[in-house]
């Protein structure tokens, strides 16, 4: 059984389109975040979501939006994609916020014509 | 805000060999240090971390230090297989707003 499990796999769509990025965890885990992983491999933390709290990284621009339904999901919704947005994003959770290791799941790989 | 620099970005061992890749943090509010493998096309997983009341931990071939002081923590792998090549990432966490990582380390295992 996937831990993390993301949809779609690969997402190619045209500048300017609107998308989003499904995930959730059969972890049982109360905390979900959001990273991006560039070209060069850097990951940097986009959102992290605990008990209805959103904390967001400040360098993410406000077309990008998360969504929880429920504790297990937590959705990525990005608007007006731009050719920069093209990257893989990882969804992670954890058993609380602080000292606790993050599963990731196998990343959406997000390519923009 | 948190910042992580790691070192070397490439590091290439001769199989059997011993391999060394080390961070340093900014925020010593820091306290928890995990360290991630990343193969080409996967996700990143898991393979050890260490809490800021603990200064060395091992598991098998892996042992991860940490210097409070100094604010720098070193990841060991001994041994080494052809299996442990792959992209290694530092991270560090002070809580709610997620890990931030190090660059990576691309480690090479020269059979």
């Known amino acids: 059984d996937t831990a993390v499990s993301q949809t779609p796999k690969y997402l190619v769509t045209q500048m300017g389109n609107d998308k989003s990025i499904k995930c959730e965890q059969n972890?049982?885990?109360?905390?979900m975040y959001w990273y991006k992983q560039d070209s060069k491999k850097f990951l940097k933390i986009m959102f992290s979501?605990?008990?209805?709290?959103?904390?967001i990284n400040e360098t993410v621009p406000n077309r990008f939006s998360p969504k929880s339904p429920d504790k297990a999901h937590l959705n990525l919704h990005i608007n007006s994609l731009e050719l920069g947005d093209s990257a893989v994003y990882f969804c992670?959770?954890?058993?609380?916020?602080?000292?606790?290791?993050?599963?990731f799941g196998d990343g959406t790989r997000l390519s923009i014509l | 805000g948190e910042n992580v620099e790691q070192h070397p970005s490439t590091l290439s061992v001769q199989e059997g060999d011993s391999a060394v890749i080390k961070c340093t943090y900014s925020?010593?509010?820091?306290?928890?240090f995990p360290w991630y493998k990343q193969e080409l096309g996967k996700r990143p997983q898991l393979i050890i971390d260490i809490r800021s009341n603990v200064g060395e931990k091992k598991d098998q071939r892996i042992a991860v230090t940490l210097n409070k002081t100094a604010k720098h923590f070193s990841l060991h792998i001994t041994e080494t297989q052809p299996e442990d090549s792959a992209v290694y990432f530092c991270a560090a966490s002070s809580g709610a707003d997620g890990l931030t990582f190090g660059k990576g380390t691309h480690l090479i295992i020269q059979p």
């Open positions: 972890l049982g885990h109360d905390t």
């Open positions: 979501y605990n008990n209805k709290e959103l904390i």
């Open positions: 925020d010593s509010a820091s306290n928890y």
């Open positions: 992670a959770s954890s058993q609380g916020q602080t000292l606790q290791p993050q599963h």
